[in-house]
């Protein structure tokens, strides 16, 4: 079939009235075919249909028309600043109207002229401020005026005129790729009529009609590239597949785990486990609440891995804890004749050889470490299995690499999260990552209690804190550190560490642990703090991820308002481990609404995904994820929180149309084919 070029091959220098000037100015707003511009949709609307009084609100914005009764006066201030009030009457009303910076209205208007303003409308003192329409009044006409990004580069007026032109002269060149029988389906209009609409609207309902149509194309568009991409990473020819033994797995539970899995744990950990076993490729994000009892899960992926005679690569963000899990691991997995090394920044020379050696002969079966598996020397010989603890602390580089460590075939790769991501925001950013969720914690834990109390309270909280290690319990006190103010911060958790340990008066024992103290300092007042001799551990967030004392059941977190909400319900995840009641206490002065309002989430929302849905309403998504990866696309017009349904649609429909391959058998949707070939949907990187 042979196709119309399409309006991405166009330059706008085609379009009437665009001239070498203005491709120039253009391209600074990236536009330069005609498809650009056209998609270059205003940032907003002004609602500029007239409105009667009747049904205007104190302070709300509208345009509002009269006649002119009084002369306008000009007031000079500020350097080049004006100011311009005249009167008007409409209704009965006799109404003030404030201009700034608009003096050439002087010379414009007189006295009984009819004129229209647009302005934020003052119902005690019948005023209007805001902006001179003109004269001519279009009365009961509705008007949308759109209002586009341009950032002073090009005036709105012209614009709005380079739209016009280019919508006429290429009309019948506007391809749909949206087929007739899904626009109908989901009552959308066509793209020629969603441009008119969209840069022309005429009212409101109609707006909307268009924006629903350009939020389940964008959305539709970009699960289809994700939903392309999950298929090849599954069907890879290149990925490993490990013969597991279902049977051989269900001894080592029985035996040697010494609870029995959650239903949640179960069903995940079989998930899991058909796909590494199958000839897809497992590339899975296995989202849980802090304590949810993630490890064990991986631990048996490793467990299964390492049966099908192959190696395992664990990675995690802290020395901490990769010596924890190590530690686990060899207890669970102690009599199997499995060899596993831990390997980080601190591991010595001498035993950094071995491991090295053994990791690339073979010899040894599981590596767990830190960014110290990154390193260049480190190869393994058969890699099966990849697993990345708390992978949101990891950058997409990093990934990368290590998922580079074998020298043969694709390895299976796990990622596990405990930064609970709100669905919307999972299938946006991992979309092409297959999801599993323990929705479930282990029988007999108790919500922790959260309080938020002021500073002044200090002393309450640290009676409190001693009665509880009294009853043979252990505590955490957390200080924030963070790069910006490291040195203050420091000394305030020096500070507080001494403050405590007088008034703890040397009952029982208390330490302090930081992120600046060498690793073997670290390490040895962490064990201190494991075998339960530490009662109390001063701290700054270096524990914050993954830690695992269950005899905890007191977390008290100072500064409490300069924590994001994912972070302290990370800290807050530290405690309610065990059976025990556990509390959690945030001390702050916060000083914004804001900032009570997420104090006051954490003392009501004990669920992850709870909070996290909060969180991103509060900050939305692009600070949601804040550090290293976003990964988040820019959509236009979709927005993922608001679409939430809309994107859930949206991948349905891309998983029908790829995995059944409706895409490429049904005719209908050959200009979607096309214009994803002509742009790059099936090139796109396999993995980041
Ligand atoms: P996270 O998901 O935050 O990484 P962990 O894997 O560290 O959680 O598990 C938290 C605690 O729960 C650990 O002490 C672990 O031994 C325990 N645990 C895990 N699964 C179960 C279970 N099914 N029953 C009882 N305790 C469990
Ligand atoms: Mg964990």
Same mark, same amino acid.
């Given at each position: 079939m042979k196709r119309n070029t399409g309006l991405q091959q166009i330059s706008v220098s085609f379009v009437k009235g665009i001239g070498q000037h203005s491709i120039a100015s253009l391209a600074e707003l990236g536009i330069f075919t005609v498809f650009d511009l056209l998609e270059?949709?205003?940032?907003?609307?002004?609602?500029?249909?007239?409105?009667?009084?009747?049904?205007?609100?104190?302070?709300?914005?509208?345009?509002?028309?009269?006649?002119?009764?009084?002369?306008?006066?000009?007031?000079?201030?500020?350097? &080049?600043?004006?100011?311009?009030?005249?009167?008007? &009457?409409?209704?009965?009303?006799?109404? &003030?109207?404030?201009?700034?910076?608009?003096?050439?209205?002087?010379?414009?208007?007189?006295?009984?002229?009819?004129?229209?303003?647009?302005?934020?409308?003052?119902?005690?003192?019948?005023?209007?401020?805001?902006?001179?329409?003109?004269?001519?009044? &279009?009365?009961?006409?509705?008007?949308?005026?759109?209002?586009?990004?341009?950032? $002073?580069? =090009?005036?709105?007026?012209?614009?709005?005129?380079? =739209?016009?032109?280019a919508l006429e002269q290429y009309k019948n060149q506007i391809e749909d790729w949206l087929p007739e029988s899904v626009r109908t389906q989901y009552k959308l209009p066509s793209k020629r009529e969603t441009y008119q609409i969209l840069h022309f609207p005429q009212q409101t309902h109609a707006l909307k009609h268009g924006r629903r149509r350009m939020i389940y194309e964008e959305l539709l568009l970009f699960q289809l590239k994700m939903q392309l991409l999950r298929k090849r990473i599954r069907e890879s020819s290149e990925g490993v597949c490990v013969s597991v033994d279902k049977e051989e797995i269900n001894r080592f539970i029985q035996q040697k785990v010494p609870f029995p899995l959650t239903q949640a744990q179960q069903s995940v950990l079989d998930e899991i486990l058909t796909d590494m076993s199958s000839p897809y490729l497992l590339y899975r994000l296995l989202q849980g609440d802090v304590g949810s009892g993630k490890t064990i899960v991986a631990l048996l992926c490793a467990y299964a891995a390492v049966r099908g005679n192959f190696q395992v690569a664990i990675m995690v963000p802290t020395e901490i804890l990769a010596q924890q899990h190590f530690e686990s691991f060899q207890n669970l997995l102690a009599g199997e004749d499995i060899s596993l090394a831990c390997l980080t920044g601190s591991t010595k020379a001498k035993d950094r050889q071995i491991?090295?050696?053994?990791?690339?002969?073979?010899?040894?079966?599981?590596?767990? /470490? $830190?960014?110290?598996?990154?390193?260049?020397?480190?190869?393994?010989?058969?890699?099966?299995?990849?697993?990345?603890?708390?992978?949101?602390?990891?950058?997409?580089?990093?990934?990368?690499?290590?998922?580079?460590?074998?020298?043969?075939?694709?390895?299976?790769?796990?990622?596990?999260?405990?930064?609970?991501? !709100?669905?919307?925001?999972?299938?946006?950013?991992?979309?092409?990552?297959?999801?599993?969720?323990?929705?479930?914690?282990?029988? /007999?834990?108790?919500? =922790?209690?959260?309080?938020?109390?002021?500073?002044?309270?200090?002393?309450?909280?640290?009676?409190?804190?001693?009665?509880?290690?009294?009853?043979?319990?252990?505590?955490?006190?957390?200080? !924030?550190?963070?790069?910006?103010?490291?040195?203050?911060?420091?000394?305030?958790?020096?500070?507080?560490?001494?403050?405590?340990?007088?008034?703890?008066?040397?009952?029982?024992?208390?330490a302090l642990?930081?992120?600046?103290?060498?690793?073997?300092?670290?390490?040895?007042?962490?064990?201190?703090?494991?075998?339960?001799?530490?009662?109390?551990?001063?701290?700054?967030?270096?524990?914050? =991820?993954?830690?695992?004392?269950?005899?905890?059941?007191?977390?008290?977190?100072?500064?409490?308002?300069?924590?994001?909400?994912?972070?302290?319900?990370?800290?807050?995840?530290?405690?309610?481990?065990?059976?025990?009641?556990?509390?959690?206490?945030?001390?702050?002065? !916060?000083?914004?609404?804001?900032?009570?309002?997420?104090?006051k989430i954490m003392e009501e929302t004990h669920d992850g995904f709870q909070v996290a849905e909060h969180d991103l309403n509060l900050r939305g998504p692009g600070d949601f994820f804040g550090y290293k990866q976003s990964g988040l696309p820019d959509f236009k017009i979709a927005n993922i929180i608001h679409d939430y349904r809309a994107l859930e649609v949206a991948r349905q429909d891309a998983v029908h149309l790829i995995d059944d391959g409706e895409l490429w058998n049904n005719p209908e949707y050959a200009a979607l084919l096309y214009f994803m070939e002509q742009n790059g949907y099936f090139d796109a990187q396999m993995f980041d």
């Open positions: 270059f949709f205003p940032s907003r609307y002004e609602d500029q249909t007239i409105r009667s009084f009747d049904e205007i609100c104190d302070q709300e914005t509208v345009t509002i028309a009269g006649e002119v009764v009084s002369l306008p006066i000009i007031s000079f201030y500020g350097r &080049k600043k004006s100011r311009c009030t005249f009167q008007i &009457k409409a209704d009965l009303y006799v109404i &003030k109207v404030v201009l700034f910076n608009q003096n050439y209205v002087k010379n414009t208007i007189q006295l009984g002229d009819q004129v229209c303003i647009y302005g934020k409308w003052d119902s005690r003192k019948l005023a209007i401020t805001g902006k001179f329409l003109g004269k001519d009044i &279009k009365e009961g006409k509705a008007s949308f005026q759109p209002i586009y990004s341009l950032r $002073t580069i =090009v005036s709105q007026k012209q614009m709005r005129k380079w =739209v016009k032109y491991i090295l050696e053994e990791t690339e002969n073979g010899k040894l079966s599981i590596l767990i /470490g $830190t960014h110290a598996l990154l390193q260049e020397r480190v190869k393994f010989c058969r890699l099966g299995l990849i697993v990345m603890d708390e992978q949101h602390r990891f950058g997409v580089e990093q990934r990368k690499i290590l998922r580079e460590k074998s020298s043969g075939q694709l390895p299976n790769i796990l990622h596990m999260t405990a930064t609970p991501i !709100p669905r919307t925001l999972a299938i946006t950013a991992f979309g092409e990552m297959d999801v599993s969720i323990i929705n479930q914690m282990p029988s /007999g834990r108790k919500p =922790v209690r959260t309080r938020w109390v002021r500073q002044e309270t200090e002393t309450q909280v640290w009676s409190f804190l001693c009665k509880e290690v009294e009853k043979g319990h252990q505590a955490y006190v957390i200080c !924030p550190l963070i790069e910006d103010s490291e040195k203050m911060d420091l000394e305030n958790a020096l500070e507080l560490y001494e403050k405590l340990k007088s008034y703890v008066n040397n009952v029982f024992e208390i642990l930081h992120g600046k103290m060498k690793p073997q300092k670290k390490e040895e007042i962490m064990t201190g703090f494991k075998q339960g001799k530490t009662k109390i551990l001063v701290s700054t967030t270096v524990i914050e =991820v993954g830690v695992n004392v269950p005899n905890a059941s007191v977390m008290v977190i100072y500064d409490a308002e300069r924590f994001g909400l994912a972070q302290l319900h990370q800290l807050r995840g530290r405690v309610g481990r065990g059976a025990n009641q556990s509390f959690c206490i945030l001390i702050g002065n !916060p000083k914004t609404e804001m900032g009570k309002e997420r104090l």
